[in-house]
């Protein structure tokens, strides 16, 4: 059984920046053909897809959020880190990592094994 475990500050002051770690077990993030995503809930506001870092190590990010986003990992310890700079209250929401086998879902059913979250809120 795969499991995803978000790990990382809950309180962010504005204009820092956000890194979060996703721990996998179960499953081989270099060799298990998924796309290890970050995903996102404001509050009072649906899923917001970040971006993945792939099996094979490339990067996609939402166009949104592309030039504040970045994905790596370390495959030494299974796992993959979101970083978010220059955040702003507009920031705050509850933070997912998760998995899918399809690198261009477009529906968040496609995926199949989410963390618990973790939320994470911007403030001074």
């Known amino acids: 059984q795969v499991q995803l475990q978000e790990s990382g500050p809950g309180l962010v002051k504005p204009s820092q920046t956000l890194s979060l770690t996703c721990s996998v077990s179960?499953?081989?993030?270099?060799?298990?053909?998924?796309?290890w995503s970050w995903i996102r809930r404001p509050p009072g506001k649906g899923l917001e897809w970040i971006g993945y870092i792939g099996y094979t190590g490339r990067t996609y990010y939402s166009p949104s959020l592309k030039s504040r986003t970045s994905i790596s990992r370390d495959t030494s310890k299974n796992q993959f880190t979101l970083q978010l700079s220059s955040v702003t209250p507009e920031d705050t929401a509850v933070y997912y990592c998760a998995r899918t086998p399809d690198p261009v879902a477009t529906n968040f059913d496609e995926y199949d094994f989410w963390g618990q979250g973790t939320q994470v809120t911007v403030s001074s």
């Open positions: 179960g499953g081989s993030i270099s060799t298990d053909v998924y796309y």
